[in-house]
């Protein structure tokens, strides 16, 4: 497989099982735009970084992506949790929740020299 079927599937499995996220959080709490592309955006910082050759390349890859995608799925459901009383903490959650994705590929790109194959 390579890599751009990868990522076809990867971001396909991604829109779908943000499908009921997107649903549920659009009619309880203030939605922007940004965060329809919540889920995308650390897969799409993890393949940048990867693209660039940021990180040990090795078959931890595989891992990485898993545990990207496994953060992005949640970190919308972190808005439930940070609830936006006002405009100003419902903008601060929401930039956490892009945030926390981001922050994880980084983290795990930069770390990955220390994971044992």
Same mark, same amino acid.
């Given at each position: 497989?390579?890599?751009?079927?990868?990522?076809?599937?990867?971001?396909l499995? !991604?829109?779908?099982?943000?499908?009921?996220? $997107?649903?549920?959080?659009?009619?309880?709490?203030? $939605?922007?735009?940004?965060d329809?592309g919540?889920?995308?955006?650390?897969?799409?910082? $993890?393949?940048? !970084?990867?693209?660039?050759?940021?990180?040990?390349?090795?078959?931890?890859?595989?891992?990485?992506?898993? !545990?990207?995608?496994?953060?992005?799925?949640?970190?919308?459901?972190?808005?439930? !949790?940070?609830?936006?009383?006002?405009?100003?903490?419902?903008?601060?959650?929401?930039?956490?929740?892009?945030?926390?994705?981001?922050?994880?590929?980084?983290?795990?790109?930069?770390?990955?020299?220390?994971?044992?194959?």
């Amino acid at each position: 497989m390579n890599a751009m079927t990868l990522l076809f599937w990867t971001v396909l499995f !991604l829109t779908i099982l943000s499908l009921p996220t $997107w649903y549920f959080f659009k009619t309880r709490v203030k $939605w922007y735009k940004c965060d329809y592309g919540t889920h995308l955006y650390g897969v799409l910082t $993890w393949i940048i !970084l990867t693209i660039i050759g940021i990180g040990h390349q090795s078959l931890w890859h595989i891992y990485e992506l898993i !545990l990207v995608v496994f953060i992005s799925l949640l970190s919308p459901w972190l808005r439930v !949790l940070f609830p936006g009383k006002n405009n100003k903490t419902s903008i601060i959650s929401s930039l956490i929740t892009i945030a926390l994705p981001i922050t994880c590929a980084i983290l795990l790109r930069l770390l990955t020299p220390y994971h044992p194959e």
